[in-house]
């Protein structure tokens, strides 16, 4: 059934193997994609949305290398909002509440009408692996499918199991089995396993709920979009979330059930993601809090069904019953499903190169929650890597690999990879250096020729980015050049009450000063008459306002870079003997022994690691 031969096969069709499937295929690699259900591709297991905080600026990245997500989110989205916009625009996060169902078929739709894609449904149960090379699949009937290259995006199905209450059962997701055999197969060729935990909320019947009762969440009044196409378009129309709380009486009803919780009585002993954790686990950890707040999100255009964020747990059904109906709104509130938590297998991502290539076994590849991370959107960047990283191995080309000043997914990937992790990892901002670099609007002037080199992004990406980048520069340029008179500019310091000037100033000096926005300086009239001449849209307006607030700020973060990517082209030879090394301390002999980094700028970013001991493998590698 399967005699030819695939250059990459994908296991697992959730955010990180639809990514993966599409990218590779893309490349041009004859690509299969192996997944348990295919009415599931791309299931929003969790919460019905996509970007947030950091999260926005990975789905940006995805769409500027030549993804898919930012298209699909785009297309299935029902509600927009930019998050942090009180904040500097390094902070800024566009986020979608998206409709679940069209999103996963929106995401079928695209891959099916992608080229050199292929389909198969059933479970993987076990890997081909020969004189440490992967060889191909075998499936849980017996089909072998062989292939150069295979990348795996099992999520949360891996020996998975599912608890609810004192109740617990095999299971990758609600209504679906766990996958088996895997696990086994990379244990048997050396590679370290863990446990890690996640959990999702009760879904309920908004037909139940009493939205007076709550606060309503409007989306952005000039909504945006994600994808930097023009495939997709901002939204017209809108839907509304809302907004409760917990109270004390909700909290006591909850410790009822604390007794028959699986996270309480010792059931589960694996991790859980520490910054999204269960209802039950916030009124333990803070009980002086007096209540939490409650998203009540639709999870669709037309659907009644209704994601309670906020309220994860893995309390007993009639414990999670009776507590919610004590909360305001929610008072004869029906349910679709409980909530639950479930545990899985997942291995820890030192095993793996800054490609996603594990270390021990040439051709695999890793992406996903199975490295240990939490959410769609960091799922989703790994796949879009490790496709990449595939195709571009099978045609012997030069790996893509993201420093941690040109992308969040880089920062991701490169603290998987250094680091390690014990807990289910989620990208923050606070976690990238380089964020003031790294902003959601210049995703695309940073990863889009890259994903035009490899052939992941059209030339009308790339040529609709070019004109977006001269564009704005022209502008800053005509700011810098352009001056302004004393009568015209000080009316609008007056109204800013910010000093006046005594002579008249270049355009630049005035904007940069933080109490003049853009609304300010459309009223200088030479500003004006640019504008009209030049035919300057919203986003380059936007984005030269970015580039005159904060060229400080950006030309020392780019200088820090600067340092910091001198120190990622000294490279370590990979049999390089640290044991030889007697100076430096024997923890970081240990660690650097483990991991392998590939330059010191990764040597100096493993944890245990100190400057000396930099200092002293520089000496040995002769600098």
């Not at 479930?342 to 095993?351: A, G, K, R």
């Not at 012997?396 to 920062?411: F, H, Q, S, T």
């Not at 944890?607 to 590698?621: A, C, E, K, M, Q």
Request: glycine fraction near 8%.
């Amino acid at each position: 059934m399967f005699k030819d031969l695939y250059d990459v096969i994908v296991v697992g069709a959730g955010h990180a193997g639809s990514e993966a499937a599409a990218a590779a295929a893309n490349m041009g690699a004859k690509t299969l994609l192996v997944t348990m259900s295919l009415q599931n591709i791309a299931q929003m297991s969790c919460n019905p949305a996509m970007g947030g905080i950091a999260k926005g600026q990975i789905v940006r990245e995805i769409d500027a290398l030549g993804g898919y997500s930012g298209i699909v989110s785009d297309k299935t989205a029902i509600q927009f909002k930019m998050l942090n916009k009180s904040k500097g625009p390094a902070m800024w996060s566009p986020r979608v509440q998206s409709d679940r169902m069209r999103f996963a078929e929106e995401w079928r739709l695209m891959l099916e009408q992608t080229p050199n894609l292929d389909f198969y449904q059933e479970m993987v149960s076990g890997l081909i692996i020969e004189n440490g090379k992967i060889k191909g699949v075998k499936t849980s009937l017996g089909v072998e499918i062989h292939a150069k290259a295979i990348v795996l995006t099992n999520g949360t199905f891996l020996n998975g199991l599912i608890h609810i209450g004192e109740k617990q059962f095999g299971g990758g997701r609600a209504g679906e089995s766990a996958a088996y055999g895997i696990t086994e197969d990379l244990v048997k060729a050396g590679f370290e396993a863990g446990r890690m935990k996640t959990g999702t909320p009760p879904r309920v019947d908004g037909r139940s709920l009493d939205y007076s009762k709550m606060n309503e969440e409007k989306g952005d009044a000039k909504p945006d979009k994600f994808s930097y196409s023009d495939l997709t378009k901002p939204l017209a129309f809108q839907k509304s979330c809302h907004m409760t709380y917990t109270s004390l009486d909700v909290h006591d009803i909850l410790r009822e059930g604390f007794d028959r919780s699986p996270m309480f009585n010792g059931r589960i002993k694996s991790i859980g993601p520490r910054y999204c954790p269960s209802i039950e686990d916030k009124i333990n950890r803070f009980a002086d809090k007096e209540r939490h707040q409650l998203f009540v999100e639709p999870e669709g255009w037309n659907t009644v069904e209704v994601y309670v964020n906020g309220f994860s747990t893995s309390l007993p059904e009639d414990i999670q019953f009776k507590a919610l109906r004590s909360v305001v709104g929610f008072e004869n509130v029906k349910f679709f499903r409980p909530g639950y938590a479930i545990e899985y297998d997942y291995f820890p991502p030192t095993q793996l190169k800054h490609t996603l290539e594990t270390k021990l076994v040439e051709g695999l590849y890793f992406a996903g929650q199975i490295n240990g991370t939490t959410g769609y959107e960091e799922a989703a960047s790994q796949g879009l890597m490790a496709g990449i990283n595939a195709a571009l191995k099978i045609q012997e080309r030069n790996p893509l690999i993201l420093k941690r000043d040109e992308a969040y997914i880089g920062v991701l990937i490169d603290d998987l990879v250094t680091k390690g992790t014990e807990e289910p990892y989620r990208m923050f901002t606070s976690r990238a250096e380089f964020r003031t670099l790294l902003r959601q609007d210049n995703a695309d002037f940073r990863l889009t020729p890259m994903g035009y080199e490899i052939g992941l992004a059209s030339e009308k990406r790339l040529r609709r980015m070019e004109h977006k980048l001269n564009e704005s520069e022209k502008m800053v340029a005509f700011y810098k050049e352009t001056s302004i008179s004393m009568a015209e500019a000080n009316p609008i310091l007056a109204s800013k009450a910010t000093a006046a000037i005594s002579q008249s100033d270049k355009i630049f000096k005035l904007f940069s000063r933080p109490q003049i926005d853009l609304e300010d300086i459309l009223k200088i009239e030479k500003v004006a008459e640019y504008i009209a001449n030049n035919d300057v849209d919203q986003e380059i307006l936007e984005q030269a306002e970015i580039q005159v607030k904060y060229s400080g700020y950006i030309d020392k973060e780019r200088n820090n870079a600067n340092k910091l990517t001198r120190l990622e082209e000294v490279k370590i030879p990979d049999d390089f003997d640290y044991n030889q090394i007697k100076s430096m301390s024997i923890e970081a002999r240990q660690k650097m022994t483990k991991i392998r980094p590939a330059t010191i700028a990764q040597a100096s970013r493993i944890s245990g690691v100190s400057p000396s001991d930099v200092s002293v493998l520089l000496v040995y590698l002769g600098r």
